[in-house]
């Protein structure tokens, strides 16, 4: 970008005329400029309009901030520079200036499936508020908001006193909120699973994830609360955690936010603070324990995507399930990204702004991700 095309660009947003993806293109070169030690073009006459330009429309930076800070702020940032805005990590940043035409994909939503113990499978995307099921003593109900809530009544056993399990799955492109009998709270993210009983008998709650899960546990000092997912296990008592265990991911990993937990795999255990996130490498069974980056770890249920450093491989699998498509990995260059791109935007706009910021293009090709 020369420099009156940059001087054009600011006047443009000055008078309130620029779109979206000028106000983007704007922001990316400015801090492209800055990243590689350059300096920002700038006019003596129109300094203070340059620099006033960049206070209202450069977003703060989301992962700076304090957790309980995070929401506001990303959505303050998101306001401000009208959507999007993202910050790519190479030597030499450069714009990208045509778009393929892509088809149109939309974001995912509020979609789950409900498998009661009796086999019977309820698409809790059809069900309108109000009563869904019950089971025994147990009442299953939709709010208005279109969370799932169990009502526990006393311990819901089956014929032989074994407890009755049920099991909430997420489509690619879906998520969903969950009330446990206990009050925990808990948001599934997208192709993820949490098996559960109807209500918490004995001396534990248990549950099993597979997926990603966000859990508020309502505490209970005689009754810890149990996340078990296929590598590792999650032993608290009252807390704010995030967990991550795909499949197609090569790390486990649990945030903490509040509270205090204990991450189990094998021999190896991990006790967290807030702020701290344990990784478990399931091919080598490796457990470490570190700094998290909480704000990019549960960003997700908050309707963001958040990348701190991100590798576009990372990236890619995230957009491609929560916008239920393929992606093509053979050809995607080694670039980092850090930034906010909103959950709630179609599939064309997020790979615009990773296009804008990386210079690289994307086509969709039946339903997959490549790189052109």
């Given at each position: 970008?020369?420099?009156?095309?940059?001087?054009?660009?600011?006047?443009?947003?000055?008078?309130?005329?620029?779109?979206?993806?000028?106000?983007?293109?704007?922001?990316?070169?400015?801090?492209?400029l800055l990243a590689s030690g350059g300096e920002v073009p700038a006019w003596p006459e129109e300094k203070a309009l340059l620099?006033?330009?960049?206070?209202?429309?450069?977003?703060?930076?989301?992962?700076?901030?304090?957790?309980?800070?995070?929401?506001?702020?990303?959505?303050?940032?998101?306001?401000?520079?009208?959507?999007?805005?993202?910050?790519?990590?190479?030597?030499?940043?450069?714009?990208?200036k045509a778009r393929p035409e892509r088809p149109l994909i939309q974001p995912g939503g509020n979609s789950a499936f409900l498998t009661l113990a009796d086999g019977r499978r309820i698409s809790?995307?059809?069900?309108?508020?109000?009563?869904?099921?019950?089971q025994?003593?147990?009442?299953?109900?939709?709010?208005?908001?279109?969370?799932?809530?169990?009502?526990?009544?006393?311990?819901?056993?089956?014929?032989e006193g074994k407890p009755v399990w049920n099991e909430l799955t997420t489509p690619r492109g879906g998520q969903f909120r969950l009330l446990l009998p206990d009050g925990t709270k808990v948001w599934l993210n997208a192709a993820s699973a949490l098996r559960f009983p109807a209500a918490f008998a004995g001396n534990e709650r248990r549950v099993e994830l597979s997926g990603e899960g966000y859990f508020e546990v309502a505490p209970d000092k005689s009754k810890p609360f149990i996340v078990q997912s296929p590598a590792q296990q999650v032993k608290v008592l009252g807390t704010h955690f995030n967990i991550q265990a795909y499949a197609d991911e090569p790390l486990a990993k649990t945030s903490?936010?509040?509270?205090?937990?204990?991450?189990?795999?094998?021999?190896?255990?991990?006790?967290?603070?807030?702020?701290?996130?344990?990784?478990?490498?399931?091919?080598?069974?490796?457990?470490?324990?570190?700094?998290?980056?909480?704000?990019?770890?549960?960003?997700?249920?908050?309707?963001?995507?958040?990348?701190?450093?991100?590798?576009?491989?990372?990236?890619?699998?995230?957009?491609s399930r929560w916008y239920d498509v393929k992606a093509d990995y053979t050809r995607l260059p080694r670039i980092r990204y850090t930034g906010t791109i909103p959950r709630n935007v179609p599939l064309d706009k997020a790979l615009t702004m990773l296009e804008i910021t990386g210079n690289v293009q994307f086509e969709i090709n039946q339903n997959t991700i490549h790189v052109k």
């Open positions: 970008m020369h420099k009156e095309e940059f001087k054009a660009l600011s006047a443009k947003i000055a008078d309130g005329n620029a779109t979206d993806e000028e106000i983007v293109r704007f922001n990316a070169y400015y801090d492209a620099e006033s330009i960049r206070r209202k429309t450069a977003p703060a930076r989301v992962l700076r901030f304090s957790w309980p800070k995070v929401a506001a702020a990303a959505a303050v940032a998101l306001a401000i520079s009208a959507g999007i805005w993202m910050f790519v990590r190479k030597d030499a940043p450069s714009i990208a809790l995307d059809d069900v309108q508020p109000g009563d869904v099921a019950s025994g003593n147990i009442r299953i109900t939709k709010t208005d908001k279109g969370e799932v809530v169990y009502e526990a009544r006393p311990a819901a056993d089956g014929p903490l936010l509040e509270g205090r937990v204990e991450v189990t795999a094998g021999n190896s255990s991990a006790t967290l603070a807030p702020g701290q996130q344990s990784s478990l490498n399931a091919q080598t069974g490796e457990l470490k324990s570190g700094p998290a980056d909480v704000a990019a770890a549960a960003a997700w249920k908050n309707g963001f995507f958040v990348f701190n450093d991100t590798y576009l491989s990372d990236v890619i699998r995230q957009l």
